[in-house]
């Protein structure tokens, strides 16, 4: 590599002139050619004005400490360094074309930059590694044209995006990122992302450029300052993710993308209008923290494979607050599937002044339902693959344990418990076997249109008590099984749990119930 200098010539020169512009001293005399990518090109306090007038001008490493002058890149051009890059604070740069970092290696580049870097930057060709020996502000938009690393040296730096970072790949590293003005459509695993003014997240033109967070790396995402605009786009989150954007942030699309079990922390509420997990790999994203996640649209999965699914779990809790569907399963193309199931083991709330539709949603772990207020429609229903508990007194479309229905999981064989902590009308139940219908204290459970319980000689179904509570059928409610069901810890006279009131129309296989714990006198299987 040859060391090559900006002459002292009056005037300004071209970059790629041959006749004096290049020196081979510092205020030296002797010329030579212009600086390639082999080259380290010297900007020193005895160098004059110079110009990039072509897209091809270049240098291996740009060094401009006590530069005085004026560098200048002309409409169309281009500064390609694949290196170490110095600039001073006593220098002017003019960045009408591009300036463009691009290497064939996966050595770090050293740049410490004593200014603001002006107009369109690229960061291109091969995955690469970028040290910043100093804060960095990219006035103008930068394009990540490849997987970079931008990593802290000799400190802890900050690297500002004041008109917008896009790019189909991700940033990762140990430096903080601010973006604070323009269009964002990267992927982030630095260790901060602060929103620190107005910004838009969009999709690309390429069908990989969106914004992402948690990418190699784990990261917070913290608003500052601004207004963040994420209409139509989608943001992806891919691995551990700290998130403290609070009501100034409403994400439209917040997908979760699991490739393995990772965790998500709220450190204030998270405002969402959709929320999507997407994958069939079975990972998790745990999502933990004292706070909401206030949904006022969808809660949705994507998938192909219904036994499969990526799930949500942890202790932060999910509220419906707008209208939309809870448990919205679609395929990757977007349409409807007929065996998806949304699968989330948190808690949820459902409290809105608008319309939450039940589609399918599994649920397990310790999390519980709590219906506040809102308008209940839809078909769908709550599918209980574990253990869940239900509280508010509203109408659920339907109420189902295990099995293979609706692309509920085979992968578990149960024991599935649900809690039924208040008063609720469920118009469908269905009762698969190994499972446990726990009714608390005095509560009534009304079925309005079907009972299932179908158990088998190895894994009785239990329908219990804990009170004087019951079931109460509808007269035209269909009994269609109660196959290997017991009924137990009943206190209630008259015994409410296999008929109550009403003339049933449609009974059919009725058998192998266990009536041994029910006792009293009133208690009759046929009203």
């Excluded at 192909?304 to 209208?323: D, L, Q």
């Excluded at 809102?374 to 339907?398: D, E, H, K, R």
Aim: glycine content about 12%.
């Amino acid at each position: 590599m040859a060391n090559k200098y900006l002459s002292a010539s009056l005037g300004t020169r071209n970059w790629n002139d041959t006749t004096g512009t290049w020196v081979t001293s510092n205020g030296g005399t002797t010329p030579t050619t212009a600086p390639t990518t082999a080259d380290t090109a010297f900007l020193t306090s005895l160098s004059g004005n110079i110009t990039c007038t072509t897209a091809t001008d270049a240098c291996g490493t740009i060094n401009a400490t006590g530069y005085t002058g004026t560098l200048t890149i002309n409409s169309s051009c281009k500064l390609s360094v694949p290196a170490n890059v110095t600039f001073s604070a006593t220098m002017t740069l003019t960045n009408n074309g591009t300036f463009e970092w691009t290497t064939s290696t996966t050595t770090g580049a050293l740049i410490n930059t004593g200014i603001d870097i002006p107009g369109a930057v690229s960061i291109s060709s091969t995955t690469r590694t970028l040290e910043f020996g100093s804060n960095v502000s990219f006035l103008g938009i930068v394009t990540i044209g490849n997987q970079t690393t931008f990593n802290n040296s000799g400190g802890s730096r900050n690297v500002y995006f004041k008109a917008g970072v896009i790019g189909a790949n991700a940033i990762s590293g140990s430096v903080s990122i601010y973006l604070q003005g323009g269009t964002v459509s990267s992927k982030f695993g630095t260790a901060n992302v602060y929103l620190d003014g107005n910004i838009t997240f969009r999709t690309g033109t390429n069908t990989f450029a969106y914004v992402g967070f948690g990418y190699t790396t784990a990261c917070n995402v913290e608003w500052l300052s601004g207004t963040v605009t994420s209409t139509p786009s989608y943001v992806e989150v891919r691995g551990p993710v700290t998130f403290n954007t609070g009501s100034d942030v409403l994400f439209n699309k917040l997908q979760f993308n699991p490739t393995a079990a990772h965790t998500v922390t709220l450190a204030d509420d998270l405002y969402v209008k959709d929320i999507l997990i997407e994958g069939t790999s079975g990972a998790s994203t745990i999502i933990d923290g004292a706070y909401k996640i206030k949904v006022s649209g969808n809660i949705r999965s994507y998938t192909t494979n219904a036994f499969y699914s990526n799930y949500f779990k942890g202790t932060a809790t999910f509220e419906m607050v707008g209208t939309g569907t809870l448990g919205l399963a679609q395929n990757f193309a977007g349409s409807s599937s007929s065996k998806g199931v949304t699968y989330i083991e948190n808690s949820i709330i459902i409290n809105t002044a608008g319309t939450t539709t039940f589609g399918n949603i599994g649920v397990s772990g310790s999390g519980t339902l709590t219906y506040t207020t809102g308008t209940i429609a839809g078909s769908g229903g709550i599918y209980v693959v574990g253990t869940y508990s239900i509280t508010g007194t509203f109408t659920l479309p339907v109420l189902y344990f295990g099995g293979n229905d609706r692309g509920v999981s085979t992968y578990n064989s149960g024991p599935y418990v649900c809690n039924l902590l208040t008063n609720i009308t469920i118009n469908n139940l269905t009762i698969n076997y190994n499972s446990t219908l726990n009714i608390t204290d005095t509560k009534i459970i009304t079925v309005a249109t079907t009972i299932l319980s179908r158990g088998n000689w190895a894994n009785n179904n239990v329908i219990a008590s804990s009170g004087a509570g019951y079931i109460n059928y509808l007269g035209n409610c269909n009994v269609m099984n109660l196959v290997y069901t017991d009924f137990t810890n009943i206190t209630a006279t008259p015994k409410h749990l296999a008929v109550y009131k009403g003339t049933l129309t449609n009974c059919s296989n009725i058998e192998a119930v266990d009536l041994n714990n029910l006792g009293g006198n009133n208690f009759t299987l046929f009203n």
